[in-house]
């Protein structure tokens, strides 16, 4: 299903809208940031990427959990991770979610369910499958999303993980981002077989394919997956076909993309697909243009109040840190 296609669904739209524009203001002002000096080290950003973010997170409980990658701004914010503390941790502050010391690739918010951005390959796969066998012990109905690219279907903890989850029949909505590129590299060219959907099913774990830059389409699969993972059949794996626009980080400028590539990719950018849709069902270019106006005048303010928070207290660097023992200090 396409934007276009889900008349009667106006209010959902505008959910899914205003979540994504929310998404892409708070990166743009942290490359933004990044720019400026304000953010140290580069940022991995999911611009071109939010509808799948909202469409599956607007399905979510706020007890239910979520897995994230080093591209994790979008699904923390979709989940409901606050974005003072998002934009604080970005840049180093005490203020962050994570007292500064987390990072872009480290955001984590326990609080909304958000159990951390990951900066290993499919390292959030694992963790997303331990977090659904901890609720099955707890007797908790609560799910968890677990966010991973297509590059991480070649790393060990997939096959690991799936394997896991199906044999026991856990709470897990597997959520592919197929931006068909790891880094730089294209994905047929590291990637053999059929493809995500098919190494999932020869694992137990049933799966349907959408066009991940349409919101309406993700997060119809979305609900239609989550209900039957909510309900006790085990694990499902949503394969969102999508489109970064951006480099690999914010200091790479993609000239590695071709200008007719970089057009095509343009022509699909899931918030302009959506805002046509929108108008189509007779929506106001002035109330979508307020929409946008308030994402980036709450991301200049999450910006302007990071910029001005404390840096953490040096003895922070201290605390959640495991000591292991003496074994390894001098006698």
């Known amino acids: 299903m396409s934007d276009a296609k889900a008349a009667g669904n106006s209010a959902r ?6 979540l994504m524009r929310r998404i892409r203001a708070f990166e743009e002002a942290a490359v933004a940031a990044h720019g400026t000096g304000e953010i140290p080290g580069p940022l991995h950003v999911s611009i071109g990427q939010e509808a799948v973010a909202a469409g599956v997170c607007l399905n979510l409980r706020r007890d239910d959990r979520i897995t994230s990658t080093h591209r994790g701004h979008g699904h ?13 941790e970005l840049h180093g502050r005490a203020g962050g979610h994570c007292g500064g010391k987390g990072g872009s690739m480290h955001i984590a918010d326990f609080g909304a369910g958000m159990l951390g951005a990951n900066g290993v390959v499919a390292g959030g796969i694992p ?8 609720l099955r012990l707890l007797g908790s109905d609560a799910v968890v ?19 896991w989850a199906a044999l026991y029949r856990l709470p897990v909505l597997f959520v592919c981002e197929d931006n068909g590129v790891a880094a730089f590299t294209r994905t047929e060219s590291t990637t053999a077989g059929p493809g995500i959907a098919a190494r999932a099913e020869a694992l137990g774990v049933p ?6 830059n349409y919101a309406a389409a993700v997060d119809a699969a979305a609900a239609r997956l989550l209900a039957a993972v909510r309900g006790g059949a085990g694990p499902r794996l949503l394969h969102a076909r999508t489109t970064r626009l951006s480099g690999h980080t914010s200091t790479d400028a993609a000239a590695w993309r071709s200008t007719e590539e970089v057009a095509a990719l343009q022509a699909r950018d899931p918030i302009a697909t959506l805002e046509a849709a929108l108008l189509r069902q007779g929506a106001s270019a002035e109330a979508l243009a307020v929409v946008h106006a308030e994402a980036e005048a709450e991301m200049r303010d999450a910006r302007e109040a990071a910029r001005a928070a404390p840096w953490p207290d040096p003895a922070s660097a201290w605390a959640d840190v495991q000591d292991t023992g003496a074994a390894g200090r001098a006698a």
């Open 13 to 18: 739209l505008l959910d899914l809208h205003r």
């Open 76 to 88: 923390a914010l979709a989940k409901g991770a606050g974005v003072a503390g998002m934009m604080a």
């Open 207 to 212: 799966a349907e394919t959408v066009d991940g």
């Open 127 to 134: 963790i997303a499958v331990g977090a659904a066998q901890g």
């Open 145 to 163: 999303a677990c966010f991973f690219g297509d590059g991480a279907v070649n790393r060990g903890p997939f096959l690991e993980g799936l394997n």
